[in-house]
């Protein structure tokens, strides 16, 4: 079965920082591209960084700069560091799991922590 444990999410003010972290279990995780999506309220999910099993990374343009997306896989987790947080950072944060194995697409979503920025 797979599961994923989402944590470091909270409340924060503008400027300051959050570390995320997704625990994996129940898949080879060093296989796995993984990837951080956040979705605020009334508005589509989004891609916001993204680490492929090689380690390369790729980021939504606003967070260039400020976010930077990890992954240990002898924890099996996948970590992201917030920094310089505003207010339109505020939302549900997910983290993903992504492979395909003979063109078959296996993905596993995290339960999401919420992340709010405020003063």
């Known amino acids: 079965q797979v599961q994923f444990v989402e944590s470091g999410g909270g409340l924060v003010q503008p400027g300051g920082s959050l570390r995320l972290s997704c625990a994996a279990s129940g898949i080879n995780f060093r296989l796995y591209d993984m990837a951080w999506y956040r979705q605020a309220p009334g508005k589509q999910r989004e891609l916001v960084a993204g680490?492929?099993?090689?380690?390369?990374?790729d980021y939504l343009e606003p967070v260039k700069g400020r976010f930077t997306i990890s992954r240990d896989n002898a924890q099996n987790t996948v970590y992201l560091q917030m920094n310089s947080l505003n207010p339109e950072d505020t939302a549900v944060y997910f983290c993903?799991?992504?492979?395909?194995?003979?063109?078959?697409?296996?993905?596993?979503w995290g339960q999401g922590t919420q992340v709010t920025v405020s003063s």
């Open positions: 993903k799991a992504h492979r395909v194995v003979m063109k078959r697409n296996y993905d596993y």
């Open positions: 680490i492929t099993s090689g380690g390369s990374t």
